[in-house]
């Protein structure tokens, strides 16, 4: 799968992997450990704060549709603060 297809899964709520990027169908992961974004109570909570690397934050992070968590969450943290 490309990227594309995994975050579409994802929004699906549906599993799916390419190289760097994960769908558990319900958590989006970024080198299999960085959360980007989680299904929560039935809509999608995006990582708020500094991405792990430049090709997550340009990459992994855009076209993720969902709402910005309100906690920030520091960039070596693996767990989005929802």
Do not use: C, D
Request: proline share 2%; no cysteine; net charge positive.
């Amino acid at each position: 799968m490309t990227n594309e297809q995994v975050k579409q899964a994802f929004m699906r709520g549906e599993s799916g992997r390419s190289t760097n990027l994960v769908s558990t169908g319900e958590v989006l992961l970024s080198y299999g450990w960085w959360e980007v974004a989680r299904w929560v109570n039935g809509s999608i909570i995006l990582r708020n704060g500094p991405a792990y690397s430049m090709t997550t934050a340009t990459k992994h992070r855009s076209g993720v549709l969902g709402v910005r968590a309100i906690a920030i969450t520091p960039s070596h943290v693996g767990h989005i603060n929802v």
